[in-house]
C-alpha cells in the first residue's frame, strides 16, 4: 500500500512538536511496529509481578491478622476482605488513568509515571510485609499503579498500527493476550516456592524487580513507539483530570474504599466537598472550551429535566421527530449537541445496565485467588508424591483458558447454533453466568465433604472440577462482554464504557469484600450465597438479554 502522502507530512511534522517522537503511524509500514516487542516483553513481566504477588496476598494476610490475636477462621476472612478490596481498587482506578492518559499526560507518559508507582508499591510490600499498615501502603501505590496504566495498555498497542500494517492488530492482540495468561501460570507456581522457601520478603520482592524490568523495557522503547499525544492536553486537559478526580472520589472512591475508615458522618460530608468541588471545576472547564463529552451530556440532561428544557425540546421537535429528540431526558441536549451526540451516553447508559448484573460474575471470579486458596489449605496438597503450595493451584485458570478459547470456538458454539439456538452475545454471557453459579455449586458440595471428612484428607485436585467450570465462565462473559461492549459503544464513547466495564470488576470485589466481614457465614455458606447470588443474577440477565435491542456501532468506529 503506498499510503496517503498527506499523512505521511504530516506525521513528519508532528514529530517535533513531541519531544521528538512519531505521534502517528507510518501508513506505508506493513510490517510488525518496532515497539512491539518492547511492549510484549512489558506486559509478560508486568502480569508476572502481579500475579505472582497476588497468588500469595490471601495466604501472608491471614498469617499477618492471625499474628494480630484473630481466630483462624476470623483471620482468613480478614484477609480476604483486605484482598478484594485491593482488587476492587485495582478495577476502579482505570477511569481515572483513562482521563489522565486521554486528556493530560498521554499514554506513554501515563504508563511511565505510573509504572514508577507500582515499582514503589512492591518495594513497600517487599520491605514491610510483616505489617497491615505497610501492606495496606504497599497495595494501595500498586492499585492507582496497576489500575492507572490498565486501559492505557491495549490502547497503546493498537496506536502503533496505521493502514498499512492494521492486518496485523488481531495477531498482535493474541499474542498480547498470551502474554498474560503466560506470566500468570509461571507466577502463580513460582512465587508460592519462593514465599515457601524464602520468605514473604523475597516472594514480594521478585514481582517488584520483574515490575521494574518492565518498566525498564517500556523505556528502552520510546524511540520506537508512536506517542499520541493527549486532547485538550495543557490547562484544559488539567481541568479535566482535576474533576474527574473529584468526582471520582466523591462518586466511587470515598463510598468504596474509605467508608470504614471515615465513618459514615465523615464520609457524606467529604462526598459532598468532592463533588460539589468537581462540579465547579468541570464549570469553569466549559465556560474556557465546551467539550461534549459523557459528564457533559449527563449534566445538561439532568439540568434539562428539572427546568423543563426537555418537555420544551421535545414540543419543537414535533412527533415525526427520531427518537432521541423525543426523549424525556435526551430531548435538549439532543437539539443542543446533535443526534449523534447525545446518543452516545444513552448507548452507555444501556450498556451499564448490562455490566451491573455481570459484576456479580466478577465477585465469583476473583475468588479464586482468597475462598478458593483458603478451601485449598484444608486439603491434602500432594500431588503425585510433591507437595503443592494452595496459592498454585489458581494456576490452572491460565492453561485452561488458552485452551479452552479454541475449543469453545471450534466445536462448542457450532455445536449448539447447530442446534438452532442462535448464540448472541447476551444469550452466550448469560450461559456463562449459570455456569459459573454452577462452579460455586461444586465448590460448596467440595467444601462439605472436606467439612464431613477432616481438614487434609480430600486431594487438593479435585478442586480441578470448579476451576474447569468457572474458567469456562470466564470465557463465555469476558470476552464476550468485551466484544459486546465495543459494537454498543459508538466511537467517542468506547473509552468510557470501556471504563464502566472494569468498575463492574470492582463493584463484584467489593461485594465479596462484604460478605466477608460477616464472621459467622462458614466457607461452605459463603459458596452457597454466592451460588445463589449468581443464579438469581443469570435469570435477571436472561430476562433483560430478551428485551435488550441491538445497535452496532462497530463499523462507524
Known amino acids: 500500500m503506498s499510503g496517503n502522502p498527506n499523512e505521511v507530512e504530516a506525521s513528519k511534522a508532528s514529530t517535533s512538536a513531541n519531544d521528538g517522537f512519531r ?42 491478622f492471625a499474628a494480630s490475636g484473630l481466630a483462624s477462621e476470623v483471620a482468613a476472612s480478614s484477609a480476604q476482605h483486605m484482598g478484594h478490596l485491593f482488587m476492587a481498587a485495582v ?33 513497600v510490600l517487599a520491605v514491610a510485609e510483616n505489617s497491615i499498615g505497610g501492606m495496606s501502603l504497599g497495595l494501595g501505590l500498586i492499585a492507582v499503579g496497576s489500575g492507572g496504566i ?54 514480594f520482592g521478585l514481582p517488584g524487580i520483574l515490575m521494574f524490568i518492565a518498566t525498564i523495557m517500556f523505556w528502552l522503547g520510546r524511540k520506537n513507539f508512536v506517542h499520541v499525544p493527549p486532547s485538550p492536553g495543557g490547562k484544559l486537559g488539567l481541568l479535566d483530570t482535576v474533576s474527574s478526580l473529584l468526582l471520582f472520589l466523591g462518586f466511587i472512591g470515598v ?47 439532568v439540568q434539562a429535566t428539572v427546568n423543563g428544557q426537555n418537555k420544551q425540546a421535545i414540543v419543537e421537535a414535533g412527533p415525526n421527530a427520531d427518537p432521541i429528540h423525543r426523549s424525556s431526558f435526551f430531548a435538549s441536549a439532543a437539539r443542543r449537541y446533535g443526534s449523534e451526540v447525545a ?71 457450532k455445536w449448539i447454533e447447530a442446534l438452532g439456538f442462535k448464540l448472541t452475545p447476551l444469550r452466550k454471557m448469560t450461559i456463562g ?6 462452579a460455586f455449586a461444586s465448590a460448596a458440595i467440595l467444601q462439605l465433604l472436606i467439612d464431613k471428612s477432616g481438614d487434609g484428607k480430600i486431594p487438593v485436585l479435585w478442586q480441578v472440577v470448579q476451576y474447569l467450570i468457572m474458567t469456562q465462565a470466564e470465557v463465555m462473559v469476558s470476552i464476550t462482554g468485551l466484544e459486546f461492549a465495543y459494537t454498543q459503544a459508538p466511537k467517542s464513547m468506547k473509552s468510557t464504557v470501556m471504563g464502566f466495564w472494569l468498575l463492574s470488576v470492582s463493584l463484584g470485589n467489593i461485594l465479596v469484600a462484604f460478605l466477608s466481614t460477616f464472621e459467622s457465614l462458614s466457607l461452605q455458606n459463603f459458596f452457597w450465597v454466592f451460588t445463589a447470588l449468581m443464579a438469581l443474577a443469570s435469570v435477571l440477565f436472561a430476562l433483560f438479554a430478551l428485551v435488550y435491542q441491538y445497535r452496532d456501532y462497530s463499523k462507524n468506529g
Not at 482506578?93 to 508499591?121: E, F, H, Q
Open 23 to 64: 505521534t502517528a503511524a507510518d501508513p506505508n509500514e506493513t510490517g510488525w511496529p518496532k515497539g512491539i516487542p518492547y511492549i510484549i516483553g512489558n506486559e509478560t513481566c508486568e502480569r508476572f509481578s502481579f500475579y505472582g504477588m497476588k497468588a500469595i496476598l490471601q495466604a501472608h494476610l491471614t498469617i499477618l
Open 433 to 438: 453466568m449459570g455456569t459459573a453459579s454452577l
Open 91 to 123: 478495577y476502579a482506578t482505570p477511569m481515572i488513568g483513562a482521563i489522565v492518559a486521554d486528556r493530560l499526560l498521554g499514554k506513554y507518559r501515563t504508563i511511565m509515571w505510573l509504572s514508577l508507582v507500582y515499582c514503589a508499591g512492591h518495594a
Open 343 to 413: 446518543e452516545g451516553p444513552l448507548a452507555v447508559l444501556r450498556i451499564i445496565s448490562v455490566f451491573f448484573l455481570v459484576s456479580v460474575f466478577w465477585a465469583l471470579f476473583d475468588q479464586h485467588a482468597t475462598s478458593w486458596v483458603r478451601q485449598a489449605q484444608k486439603m491434602d496438597l500432594m500431588v503425585w508424591g510433591v507437595e503443592l503450595d494452595p496459592s498454585q493451584i489458581s494456576s490452572m485458570n491460565a492453561l485452561m483458558v488458552m485452551l479452552l478459547i479454541p475449543l469453545n470456538n471450534i466445536f462448542f458454539y
Open 150 to 203: 490498565k486501559p492505557c495498555v491495549s490502547a497503546n498497542v493498537g496506536d502503533q498500527f496505521g493502514a498499512g500494517n492494521r492486518n496485523l492488530v488481531e495477531k498482535v492482540f493474541q499474542w498480547f493476550y498470551f502474554s498474560i495468561n503466560f506470566g500468570s501460570f509461571f507466577s502463580t507456581l513460582i512465587i508460592p516456592l519462593l514465599n515457601r522457601y524464602y520468605g514473604p520478603s523475597v516472594a
Open 255 to 301: 463510598p468504596m474504599f474509605f467508608l470504614d475508615i471515615l465513618g459514615v458522618p465523615v464520609s457524606i460530608g467529604a462526598m459532598i466537598v468532592f463533588l460539589i468541588g468537581g462540579y465547579f471545576v468541570f464549570r469553569y472547564r466549559q465556560a474556557l472550551k465546551e467539550d461534549p463529552g459523557f459528564l457533559a451530556i449527563m449534566i445538561h440532561s
